[in-house]
């Protein structure tokens, strides 16, 4: 054996050994998760501060008919970017692409809030949507080369956690901005954290772990070929026609119009096209259909669609209970709904710590999703006669639910794949569905929310036309009430209307337990174990062919 052979082998055994040897520890470990947190911090504080400053940006733009694209132009590329931003992280470099997706970020916040015009401002959400996704992803797959199978599942509950006091702080925060100072500060408040959030990865951010993948080998041009432009212009459009439809249909448009039920059509024809592209594309594509083999990753990305699909519905139509049934202000919505945000934030940690500790996941999963059918269902009850101890209560059983079952399809996708770089695909697609889901349940809630008012309103205040009651919104209701008696009832429609979103709510959380039991039942530590024996097995295998060569 020649003196390269000698000096490969050798590079070899030293990467394989620095797999199980430099995780980084102590301060560079505890700054690297901040600093992923913080990332994680941006995208899901982003996510919510704008929506209570949509009315005062499409006035100011004098854009009301532009309001779906406002909201939906993040939404689609939130949604769209996950697999290619799983697929980039493959390809390239983590810390690069995860320092490079943060400053289209900021770009993206930058333009927003300086837009002269809509147009301006929804291309700039396009673009936030796209580092967004790419923030997410890179805190789920970074994690792989900063510790342990073993360990993940804690520190991955530390990185996400973030979501669940996001979720109730955001809009208060958007709130503050919108009414004291500018709508415009919704965008600027990015700029500091994510320059923080640049200074802390290119610090900290150490992926020793990387070794020799021979996808970050190929030359540029290569590597953009791999990327799939193809697959990715057919996903995109596909899921333009559906976000499309879902939030015209039934609102501005009949659904059953020519123009909604052709974008439907479009939607299924060029999904079609796009799995045909998959499939042709086999290893290089945005989604491996093998990966569809796995039936981990299946049911872990059905369970997604449906966890999410339920708790964007209690996120977005829960302030309506409390705006439009109690009488509550905006700032007062976001902090009655920490009672869901506060528990989900402490039970993801418990549900990473036992996990981490045990090695079983799915006992926390089922466990949290039984939870979570318990207080939903009782949250299918509250009206205006619920008192804040009732809904507070269910709102906590619904949230410690979420936070002890939300990580775990992430955390089992981390168990089942054979390679560091197919964890970031898998994880793609498995946040692809998570977001269909909860797009999807913002438009279905909505079309229920309608439909509930066009019943109840007639029922309980027969005087009041149902049509201005939704043309009015939650939040003046007293517009169209002679007395106080009939405030009361409309009050009460409102409830009863909000009931119908919440049942839907209850019948996909129940959905998602069955869905949850077709992952595979493993444990974390038997395979950390296996997989250390094998690397220290090819480390000796390794260090004798060097001894015999020599």
């Not at 109730?168 to 503050?176: A, E, H, K, L, T």
């Not at 708790?311 to 700032?331: G, M």
């Not at 009832?489 to 996909?508: C, D, E, M, P, S």
Request: with cysteine.
């Amino acid at each position: 054996m020649d003196q390269t052979d000698q000096n490969r082998n050798t590079q070899t055994a030293n990467s394989s050994t620095r797999d199980l040897n430099e995780y980084p520890t102590g301060f560079a470990l505890a700054m690297t998760l901040f600093s992923l947190a913080l990332g994680t911090f941006l995208m899901a504080l982003d996510t919510t501060i704008i929506a209570v400053a949509v009315p005062k940006i499409s006035t100011q733009f004098n854009a009301l008919g532009q309001v779906g694209w406002i909201g939906s132009s993040y939404l689609i590329t939130l949604t769209t970017f996950q697999v290619i931003a799983g697929k980039t992280y493959k390809e390239f470099n983590p810390k690069t692409t995860y320092m490079v997706l943060v400053i289209v970020f900021e770009a993206g916040s930058i333009i927003c809030a300086t837009a002269l015009s809509s147009v301006a401002f929804i291309v700039g959400r396009a673009i936030v949507g796209v580092g967004a996704a790419g923030l997410i992803q890179g805190a789920l797959g970074i994690i792989t080369y900063i510790s342990t199978l073993e360990k993940r599942p804690f520190h991955l509950a530390i990185v996400i956690s973030v979501f669940g006091i996001t979720n109730s702080c955001g809009p208060m925060i958007g709130g503050v901005f919108t009414d004291r100072v500018s709508w415009r500060w919704c965008f600027w408040v990015n700029l500091p954290f994510g320059g923080l959030t640049l200074i802390l990865v290119l610090l900290f951010l150490d992926v020793k772990t990387l070794g020799s993948s021979s996808a970050r080998q190929h030359p540029i041009h290569v590597k953009l070929k791999r990327l799939d432009p193809v697959g990715f212009v057919l996903l995109i459009s596909s899921v333009c026609c559906l976000f499309i439809a879902l939030q015209e249909g039934g609102t501005s448009v009949p659904w059953k119009s020519a123009r909604i039920i052709g974008l439907l059509i479009g939607f299924g024809l060029l999904g079609v096209l796009f799995w045909v592209s998959q499939w042709m594309m086999r290893d290089d594509a945005l989604v491996p259909v093998r990966f569809f083999r796995q039936r981990t990753i299946v049911f872990g990305s059905l369970f997604l669609f449906c966890d999410n699909m339920s708790n964007y519905l209690k996120l977005y139509y829960l302030p309506f209970y409390f705006q439009a049934v109690l009488d509550t202000s905006a700032i007062r919505s976001g902090v009655n709904y920490m009672a869901l945000a506060v528990p989900q934030f402490f039970a993801l940690l418990l549900s990473g710590g036992l996990v981490s500790r045990f090695g079983y996941y799915m006992p926390a999963i089922l466990f949290g999703q039984a939870l979570c059918v318990v207080g939903t269902g009782f949250l299918t009850q509250i009206n205006t006669t619920t008192s804040t101890a009732e809904w507070a209560g269910y709102m906590i059983l619904v949230g410690f639910g979420l936070g002890m079952g939300i990580n775990i399809p992430h955390i089992a996708i981390q168990a089942v794949m054979e390679t560091d770089e197919d964890i970031f695909l898998a994880n793609g697609i498995a946040t692809l569905f998570s977001q269909l889901g909860g797009s999807i349940a913002i438009s279905m809630g909505n079309a229920l929310l309608i439909n509930g008012l066009d019943a109840s309103v007639p029922t309980y205040a027969p005087g009041v036309s149902a049509k201005a009651i939704i043309d009015a919104g939650p939040l003046n209701l007293s517009e169209f009430a002679s007395s106080a008696a009939v405030l009361s009832n409309l009050r009460v429609a409102y409830g009863k209307a909000i009931q119908h979103v919440l049942i839907f709510a209850l019948v996909i959380i129940c959905t998602s337990v069955p869905v949850a039991c077709g992952m595979q039942w493993l444990n974390l530590k038997s395979i950390s174990k296996d997989q250390e024996n094998a690397k220290a097995m090819q480390n000796n295998k390794v260090e004798n062919e060097i001894e015999k060569s020599t």
